[in-house]
């Protein structure tokens, strides 16, 4: 009778296991399920390159190119502000911090990454765009730069604590022969520590894009919503996951505009894929 | 010039500016909702249904939504989670099967939280004819925090010392016995705190539940966990942006119970974290 029973458990418990690698299938399987209807209609170059996105003229015109480059340049704007910034953070809490400090600090970066985007939003709304709004002169502060800067805000969490790590990684030995060596704390970091940690910290910054690219609320409440190809970054823009957010709402199940957004699903997926499989082979570089 | 003692106080002072210009925002943003928001917590606000238009009365029903979807997330994802755990720390060998695992549970992490929401409307609204419901958007969150739960019970299971389970083998218990009675027992406060940080970020997520579950104005209570609620984090977002004219006070109330909501599950955490750590024995 123990016997049957263990053997039920040992089966539950590795069905359970494979359920992640199910839901992962799922995922993308039904995001192609619902987002390839759309390429009957459009073929996926002019899906992916298509300059005008208006899904709900007659015949709608669904192409994606003005969200890409709103995402491209809402993330590159968050990637240049959070890398210098999370990487010295991390710097500094790794290898700089007096112990009691490290803990508060630690602690607040914690609270950060535990604040509901929707909150951020609501207070990027209030106070960041007021102030981009006043200090260059614009008609409207909804724009990427905002996004941007939030964006970097809202990455940190992620590049600070995957990058401490790997400067925790690094071995104890190469510091202490350098500073036996006469390089001082600083000389350490820069020049031995920072080198032996960069595939970690590389991943830290890939997870940082991953981050940045998939949110989705803050995003759409501070960046202006116009899905028009921007011409700079004090322009409004719109991102992947805004529009799918903001239109699905109104979308009816199994028109064209409903497929498409899921086709904008498809191509988020993919990305977060690539970035997140790329970042995992980096920290296991780290790690052997 | 090339003082090398002096670049390294630059550095040092820059590295400093650096942390503070991400720590203290946070501390303000926490500072300024508690501030703004504090005036319009009063137990009418809490205990009472959005009233002329969400321009007045309370958000009761969005806090019982929230309430109700995290605890259908957390039903579905903590078995599953807790046995995956079980799976990776105690049965699975380094082979192409455990790295598929693990490999899925770094992308399910990663998967931005409006494809999520996708999905669930594909799968559990439209496939599965749920409708936009409680269940779907339990479901939806429920998978979204899988990796949290299992990540933080595998972590805490792998701490348990090896040799624990050499004894307890050695004495003539089987394997699932030692897990369930030494292997768990120990890892439990890691595996409770994976639980409410999980609570935590389904609690406050959004995008999952726009076209899951989430209610623009439904001012009663559900009935079944087949019908739609309001949220926390939704109402936040439709009183910030689509509903014109509602007095700051109110927005700032709304951001303030969530924020609450949500810092208080990883306080719980932080301090189930630091009493492990004081009562761990080896």
């Known amino acids: ?288 | 010039m090339k003082n090398p003692k002096i670049t390294e106080k630059v550095a040092f002072f820059f590295l400093f500016l650096a942390t503070l210009l991400i720590v203290v925002p946070v501390g303000l943003i926490v500072i300024i909702i508690i501030r703004k928001g504090l005036p319009a917590i009063n137990w009418k606000f809490l205990t009472d249904i959005p009233r002329e238009g969400m321009r007045q009365g309370g958000i009761f029903p969005a806090i019982v939504g929230t309430l109700y979807l995290v605890l259908g997330a957390i039903s579905f994802a903590l078995p599953i989670g807790l046995m995956s755990a079980i799976y990776l720390s105690e049965y699975a060998k380094d082979n192409f099967f455990s790295r598929l695992i693990k490999l899925a549970i770094v992308n399910l992490a990663g998967v931005p939280s409006v494809v999520y929401g996708l999905f669930g409307l594909a799968l559990f609204v439209v496939f599965f004819k749920f409708g936009a419901s409680i269940l779907s958007g339990s479901l939806t969150l429920g998978i979204m925090i899988l990796p949290i739960i299992i990540t933080a019970s595998r972590e805490a299971l792998e701490s348990v010392p090896y040799h624990f389970r050499e004894v307890s083998w050695s004495l003539g218990a089987s394997k699932w016995q030692t897990i369930r009675y030494l292997v768990l027992p120990n890892a439990i406060s890691g595996i409770l705190t994976g639980i409410i940080l999980g609570l935590g970020r389904a609690a406050g997520e959004t995008a999952p539940i726009l076209f899951t579950v989430a209610a623009f104005y439904l001012p009663q209570l559900p009935k079944s966990i087949f019908d739609q609620v309001m949220a926390l984090p939704y109402h936040l977002y439709v009183i910030s942006t689509q509903v014109p004219n509602v007095e700051e006070k109110l927005r700032y109330g709304t951001a303030l119970v969530l924020l609450m909501i949500v810092l208080f599950m990883n306080l719980v955490a932080i301090i189930i974290r630091y009493k492990f750590r004081k009562k761990k024995k080896w």
């Open chain 1, 1 to 288: 009778m123990r016997r049957i029973k263990e053997f039920i458990i040992e089966k539950l418990i590795l069905i359970s296991g494979l359920t992640c690698v199910l839901f992962v299938l799922l995922i993308f399987l039904f995001l192609l399920k619902e987002g390839m209807s759309v390429f009957k209609t459009v073929s996926v170059l002019k899906f992916l390159l298509g300059k005008n996105w208006y899904p709900i003229s007659e015949p709608p015109q669904l192409g994606i190119l003005p969200l890409i480059l709103g995402s491209l340049m809402v993330t590159l704007g968050a990637i240049i502000i959070s890398l210098p910034l999370g990487v010295a953070c991390a710097l500094y809490i790794a290898e700089v911090a007096p112990l009691k400090i490290k803990e508060v600090l630690k602690a607040g970066i914690e609270l950060l990454a535990a604040i509901p985007s929707v909150v951020l939003g609501f207070i990027g709304m209030v106070t960041l765009v007021p102030w981009v709004k006043h200090v260059f002169r614009l008609p409207t502060g909804l724009t990427a730069l905002s996004g941007s800067i939030m964006l970097a805000f809202m990455a940190m969490p992620t590049i600070v604590s995957v990058a401490e790590d790997a400067l925790y990684a690094v071995p104890k030995a190469y510091k202490e022969a350098a500073l036996a060596l006469g390089a001082t704390r600083w000389q350490t970091i820069y020049r031995v520590i920072l080198p032996a940690a960069s595939s970690g910290i590389l991943a830290a910054v890939m997870l940082g894009i991953g981050r940045v690219i998939g949110e989705t609320m803050a995003v759409m409440m501070i960046t202006g919503n116009s899905a028009t190809i921007p011409k700079s970054i004090l322009e409004p823009v719109r991102t992947l996951t805004a529009t799918i957010a903001a239109e699905m709402g109104e979308a009816v199940v199994g028109s064209e505009h409903y497929f498409a957004l899921f086709a904008i699903g498809i191509v988020l997926f993919v990305i977060s894929f690539i970035i997140n499989v790329s970042a995992d082979l980096f920290l296991h570089k780290t790690k052997s």
